[in-house]
């Protein structure tokens, strides 16, 4: 589908591995906001890193509906950053997100995260549809940057296209959101789309989508209300904290 847009605009981007809204409704997912942190790894500081957040969130209690990820960047890494920290709650919900910790409990994790990463950008959007997904089974998660003419008429087509496709996408989560505030590189929306190496990954899902599924993606094109794409790269979920 995004693989020949070629950056153009046209008519038509407790621990568990498991994303906090995969077990969650569509219309619990139209509720969810997110804020991203990008971070890069100093040298020799990636398995201590990862003890930092276990010993600081596991088993931690964590707000209700709100998860916290640690993401690994793979192909495309954005900005230079090897990781990303990703926070998911409820719109309006304020507070923090491991609940009962003490503020010179939080300042010294933080303290200690500094210590071995090096912090880049910080954005922030809400999700607006969500098809979920076994993130065990498909960990890998293409991520499309996007700069959208008509959002209204993106999500009809994404809806209908993949409302459109049965189970082909079972057990491969997608999704589709904005981004509102601190765009990175001024785009406006994303899509993401999980996927595995064994069945063939994302250039299979572009293949069937060309073939299996062509006039689906014909009236995609047709009905998206126009798109430019930003950047795209992916990413594996390490870390989820729920």
Same mark, same amino acid.
């Given at each position: 589908m995004f693989d020949i847009i070629n950056h153009k605009l046209f008519k038509m981007k407790k621990i568990t591995l498991i994303?906090?809204?995969?077990?969650?409704?569509?219309?619990?997912a139209q509720n969810?906001?997110?804020?991203?942190?990008?971070? *890069?790894?100093?040298d020799q500081a990636g398995s201590g890193l990862v003890q930092e957040?276990?010993? =600081?969130?596991k088993d931690a209690k964590i707000q209700e509906n709100g998860a916290f990820n640690v993401e690994k960047y793979r192909r495309g890494a954005p900005r230079g950053m090897t990781h990303r920290m990703v926070r998911f709650s409820e719109i309006g919900?304020?507070?923090?997100?491991?609940?009962?910790a003490t503020n010179s409990e939080r300042s010294l994790f933080w303290a200690k995260v500094r210590d071995k990463v090096e912090f880049g950008a910080s954005f922030s959007g809400r999700m607006l549809s969500w098809l979920p997904g076994d993130f065990t089974a498909n960990p890998?998660?293409?991520?499309?940057?996007?700069?959208?003419?008509?959002?209204?008429? =993106? *999500?009809?087509?994404? /809806? *209908?296209f993949f409302n459109s496709i049965g189970n082909y996408?079972?057990?491969?989560?997608?999704?589709?959101?904005?981004i /509102?505030?601190?765009?990175?590189?001024?785009?406006?929306?994303?899509?993401?789309?999980?996927?595995?190496q064994k069945d063939g990954g994302l250039l299979k899902v572009h293949h069937d989508?060309?073939?299996?599924?062509? *006039?689906?993606?014909?009236?995609?094109?047709?009905?998206?209300?126009?798109?430019?794409?930003? /950047?795209?790269?992916s990413l594996t979920i390490n870390r989820s904290y729920n």
């Open positions: 994303l906090i809204i995969l077990s969650v409704n569509l219309l619990m969810m906001s997110y804020t991203v942190y990008e971070f *890069k790894v100093k957040f276990d010993a =600081f969130w919900r304020t507070g923090h997100m491991r609940e009962g890998i998660v293409q991520i499309w940057h996007l700069k959208l003419e008509n959002p209204s008429a =993106f *999500k009809s087509a994404h /809806d *209908k996408m079972d057990g491969k989560a997608v999704g589709f959101g904005t /509102d505030v601190g765009s990175p590189d001024g785009a406006t929306h994303w899509v993401a789309i999980a996927t595995n989508f060309d073939n299996k599924f062509r *006039k689906q993606q014909s009236e995609w094109f047709e009905a998206n209300g126009g798109i430019e794409i930003i /950047d795209n790269f």
